[in-house]
Each structure stands twice: as C-alpha cells, then as structure tokens.
C-alpha cells in the first residue's frame, strides 16, 4: 500500500462523494479530491524512498539553520505547487496565511523546546506550506518536502489549517519520514498515523496547556464543517474513545480488531488509545513523561516495517530506563499496551 499521509481517508472521501443526502456540487468536490490525493502520494512515496537511500550513507549532515525558516505560499486554488510566495506571511491579511505561518512556527517551536528537535529532520530544514489548494479541496498533507492545505467545501469540512492538531499531525508524517521511516501498509502504516495523531494531540495540549485531564483527545474537531455537524460528527477520530460513533472515521480499540489490508487511519486506533491510557495513568502534563517515552522510541533505529509489538515493546524498555526511579511509569505504559492487546 502506497503512503497517502493525508488527513482525511479515503474511503471517508469516497462515501461522501456517494452521498444522496450532498448536493450535486458537494459530490464532485470529493470526488475530485479523491481522485487527486490518489496522485499526490506518489510524491511522498518517492520522498520516502530518497530518505532511505540518503539514511544509509549515515553520515549527518550540518545544520542548515538553528531555528527552521517558515514559509507560505498561496496556490490561488490551482493545483501546482508551491504557489506564489507570500510576503511577511505572519502579517498576512489573508488569514489562513497568516494562521498557518503562525501555527507552523508553533510545532517548530514544540518540537524545539520540548523535544530538542530542530525542525522536520532535525537538522533546521525549511517548514513549507501551500494554502488554497484547488477548488473546494477537502484534505491536508504533507507530501515528503512541505505541506498542502484545502480550503475545504464548507460543507462538511472548513478550512484545513482551522485544526492545530491537523497541523501537527501531519507534519510529523514529516519526523517519521526522516526517523523511523515506517511504510504504510500493515502495523507500521497504523503506526505511522498513530504517531502523528499521538504528537498532533500533544502540540494542541501543550498550545492550550492542558493536562491530560483536561484534554479533549479529539483529532479534526476544527475542521467539522455545518452538514457534519448536523449529522452529529465531532471530530475524525477520538484518541480517548476510537470506536466513538461521533467521529466520522471511527476506529478499532484492540489490536486483535485490526484485519489485514485495513487502511492505517484505521489501524492506528489500537496504539492511539494505548497512548491515550499511558497519558491518563501518568498524570500531568502528556508531553513531560509518556510523550517524552514516545518521542523517543520514534527517534531511535530507523525500522520501516516495524510492528506494532516490537514499538510497543521498545516503549516499555524505555520506560523502565528514563524513569527508573519512577515506576509507576513503566506500570502504566505496560498497562495501557496490555489493555489494547499489546
């Protein structure tokens, strides 16, 4: 299976491009994004594959720059991109300019000061972002080198760069490329999106402040457009109840739930929850001990097809050695895995 790395699935698109209840117009729009997110990933597959290649030569590049440039441009709703480039995009009139100036600069500044990662790669590389992509385009990507943003239809989604999470998300699609490298196919295609629900939730906690109490979990909540509302969607996933009806893709909770060729937005509930269950159990704050554990385990030996056993596996060992004196830890990332089946 190819790696998409978009936002929404497709078989959400798909549904919704079938819908009898959508006017003519709303259909199209998702067949159309359909359609063209099927082409778009191929770009990422191959971005991939040059992030492999470059891996293996192990040697480490120097710093392109101590704090990564952030950059917009406007694709004016054509498809090609990057688009024209936005001046002083931080001060933009245009506002999802300057929101998605402001909320990239957001996650470099969450992987900096609480991971100690310098951008994407780790090495200070330029955080691109193209906005009004297409006509009624309703998804959001990181494509291997920079980000893509749909204005949405309004309909059923608004805006993709609305959701802080979404952002996040997806551009640790980014971190996972240079660092894991997992595909997207089987338990390392769930893990892929996993992870970047699990650091999409954490940047939104750590933009709000919130502990893990006070956290809604909920991946896209921004995005829901008026019609999906009334069809009492909330949110695409929710990390604290995958299987919740409200969320327009809802998920699997047990890893023995997980069948063979299952798309990883789906796959990747059994891990999101186990994360979810670490979190609550800890207490405090999810990225000052169990998204400190993760963070790491996504950073250690690059493993593409690693499953989902052996992350999890990984996660317990580190556990045990960054909080020695700390055990509950290690009881609670143990815990949480064992209660998804892990």
């Known amino acids: 299976m190819s790696c998409t790395c978009f936002i929404i699935p497709k078989d959400i ?6 819908d009898p209840d959508l006017s003519e117009e709303l259909r199209k729009a998702f067949e159309h994004t359909s359609r063209v997110t099927t082409e778009l990933h191929k770009l990422r597959d191959q971005a991939i594959v040059l992030a492999r290649a470059t891996s293996m030569f192990g040697a480490r590049p120097p710093e392109l720059a101590p704090f990564p440039a952030v950059t917009v441009y406007d694709c004016k709703h054509h498809q090609t991109v990057p688009g024209s480039p936005v001046p002083n995009p931080g001060s933009s009139s245009d506002l999802k ?31 691109m972002s193209s906005i009004h992509y297409g006509v009624n385009y309703n998804n959001a990507m ?21 959701s802080n999470d979404v952002i996040g998300h997806e551009l640790t699609h980014g971190v996972t490329q240079h660092t894991l490298q997992l ?20 940047f939104r906690q750590w933009q709000a402040n919130q502990d893990t109490t006070h956290a809604d979990w909920l991946i896209g909540h921004d995005i829901m457009g008026p019609i999906a509302k009334t069809k009492g969607y909330t949110c695409l996933r929710n990390m604290a109840n995958p299987a919740d009806a409200h969320c327009l893709a809802p998920q699997p909770t047990k890893y023995s739930q997980i069948t063979p060729g299952m798309d990883p937005h789906y796959s990747s509930g059994p891990p999101n929850f186990a994360f979810f269950l670490a979190c609550k159990a800890v207490g405090g704050k999810s990225w000052e001990k169990v998204g400190q554990i993760w963070y790491r385990a996504l950073t250690g030996v690059p493993s593409p097809n690693m499953k989902m056993k052996e992350f999890a596996d990984r996660t317990r060992k580190l556990a045990t050695q960054m909080y020695s004196s700390v055990p509950t830890v290690a009881t609670a990332v143990d815990n949480a895995w064992k209660q998804v089946g892990l």
């Open 97 to 127: 300019a300057s929101r998605t100036f402001k909320e990239t600069t957001a996650v470099a500044n969450f992987y900096k000061q609480v991971f100690g990662r310098n951008s994407i790669d780790g090495f200070g590389m330029t955080m």
């Open 142 to 162: 990181w494509n291997g080198s920079q980000m893509i943003y749909g204005d949405g239809d309004n309909n059923i989604f608004i805006d993709f760069t609305a």
């Open 13 to 18: 698109l798909e549904k919704l491009s079938k």
């Open 183 to 202: 595909v997207y196919s089987g338990d390392a295609g769930g893990l892929n999106e996993s992870l970047s629900d699990c650091f999409g939730s954490m």
